[in-house]
């Protein structure tokens, strides 16, 4: 005997790992894990703006195309002596 994660009924796994009573379950269950993502998601980036920043998606975008800058300088010169 297993116990569903959702609503507590006790149920007989038909499967290894199975912690949803039935699909009902397991579905509720994920639609409330997905708005809560969601929420969570949606107050990190409040936050965020709150802190001055935009987002950190694009800070890290900024710093990914320093790093690309820096290797297109050091291979510059050695592309130039080649051609
Ligand atoms: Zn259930």
Do not use: W
């Amino acid at each position: 005997m297993a116990q569903c994660r959702e609503c507590g009924k006790e149920f007989i796994q038909n499967r290894p790992f199975q912690v949803f009573c039935d699909d009902r379950c397991k579905g509720a269950y994920h639609r409330r894990r997905y708005r809560q993502m969601a929420v969570e998601e949606a107050e990190q980036r409040r936050e965020a703006r709150m802190n001055g920043h935009s987002a950190p998606t694009a800070e890290e975008r900024q710093s990914a195309s320093d790093v690309l800058a820096r290797i297109v300088e050091k291979a510059g010169p050695r592309l130039h002596r080649r051609f």
